[in-house]
């Protein structure tokens, strides 16, 4: 390729940035729901890139030790944040919709004993790798949710806090903020994933608005081409399921019908 | 012409580059982040140190002041950052700042610890390269 102007030059080499830029705009924490790093919590069944998940019942406080002021209550009901939506249905599809992109594996919910969040883990097996639940935050505005990167006591050394979700019970989950997709979000950070910078991504950091500022309260509960290629980094692209004996026999058939069609028409 | 078309060019590659914030958070207008500021200082971040305040263990972070456009005039701030056990897991919602950081900040009185701020919103923080643009809209909202 010969460059006539070094404007030219220049515009190509944008087109380079622009393209290596946006496909990896997504940013990762440093850890996953890695392969044999998670047993601790499901029976010591080795899950490669899989993780369970549980609600967070009400009442219960903080046993990370240290954090802050932002978990300085109880916990209250995750279904009374919207009583007219299934939660839990909006986060086993939420979790599903990243599986459907990757090689993360919905190991799916698992009953929750109730133990203090953050609590050492000390072999039970009795709540999630995520567990997800509502307290107050901040009150109306400001931080909506948040959610922790993703491992266990033993990478982290300060109980079970790692992958955690917790939704602020102050906001308007009704009108103003969509429920589903302020759990997709936190999931992904839940999974790995920091927060992205492509216009339309669901990492973005802040809340999507209309042009006049106001929050969007409906919004697609889908993943873009960068949410994909970030989840992807983390745990590898979608596993393909082969096709069954059946099917695989009845296209073998097809294709010998086909070849001995094909070798008849040209004889004649 | 051309030395135009580079500066578009320019331009636009800067806005492609990622931002300083990094939960979710609901978005502030510019009335919201003026009148819920008991601060608004145009300042560098100099850096971090965790300190003892009244028996208290705090991680600080230290914002040189060059001009104050809402609050009572000081030469430094302290801003009250997390202050996590070593490995702990990073937190969606906590921000980070680096050393030499310029803009404009939008400061909050931290309501537990006297002449401690906080900075709890991506947006209270405004890059020295976006808020010139910006400040005749803000002044006159300070007005």
């Known amino acids: 390729m010969e460059f006539k102007t070094p404007s030219l030059k220049l515009i190509t080499f944008a087109i380079i940035f622009t393209t290596t830029t946006t496909a990896h705009a997504f940013s990762t924490f440093n850890t996953a729901w890695n392969p044999g790093a998670n047993t601790a919590r499901f029976g010591g069944n080795p899950a490669p890139g899989g993780a369970t998940w549980s609600i967070i019942g009400v009442g219960i406080s903080d046993a990370s030790g240290p954090t802050d002021a932002d978990h300085a209550g109880v916990t209250t009901s995750l279904a009374a944040l919207n009583p007219a939506l299934d939660i839990v249905s909006i986060i086993d599809d939420a979790f599903d919709l990243w599986a459907s992109v990757s090689g993360f594996t919905n190991l799916g919910q698992v009953a929750d004993s109730g133990v203090g969040f953050g609590a050492s883990e000390a072999g039970s097996a009795s709540f999630g790798d995520i567990r997800i639940g509502a307290i107050d935050f901040d009150g109306p505005g400001g931080t909506l949710a948040h959610g922790f990167q993703p491992g266990t006591e033993a990478e982290f050394l300060n109980g079970s806090i790692a992958g955690d979700i917790h939704l602020d019970n102050e906001e308007d989950w009704g009108g103003t903020f969509d429920l589903a997709y302020v759990l997709l979000h936190e999931i992904g950070h839940a999974l790995g994933l920091g927060h992205s910078d492509v216009p339309g991504s669901v990492l973005l950091p802040n809340y999507p608005v209309d042009s006049l500022g106001v929050p969007i309260p409906t919004l697609a509960f889908a993943l873009t081409d960068d949410d994909i290629a970030g989840i992807q980094s983390i745990y590898g692209p979608a596993v393909v399921p082969l096709p069954g004996a059946p099917i695989l026999f009845l296209s073998a058939l097809a294709l010998i019908s086909f070849m001995k069609r094909k070798q008849t028409s040209s004889t004649s | ?143």
Not at chain 2, 114 to 129: A, C, M, N, T, W
């Open chain 2, 1 to 143: 012409m051309k030395s135009s078309l580079n500066l578009l060019l320019t331009l636009f590659l800067i806005s492609l580059l990622p931002n300083n914030s990094i939960a979710m958070w609901a978005g502030m207008s510019d009335a919201e982040l003026i009148e819920q500021s008991d601060l608004i200082v145009k300042a560098t971040y100099i850096g971090s140190s965790t300190v003892i305040l009244n028996k208290e263990k705090l991680h600080l972070g230290v914002l040189n002041i060059e001009d104050t456009l809402k609050g009572d005039k000081q030469d430094v701030v302290f801003i009250r950052l997390s202050l996590r056990p070593k490995n702990f897991p990073q937190r969606s919602d906590e921000i980070n700042f680096k050393a030499g950081q310029k803009g404009l900040w939008f400061i909050e009185k931290d309501a537990q610890r006297d002449g401690v701020y906080e900075i709890k919103h991506p947006q209270r923080f405004l890059p020295e390269q976006q808020f010139k643009s910006r400040l005749p809209a803000l002044f006159k909202l300070l007005d």
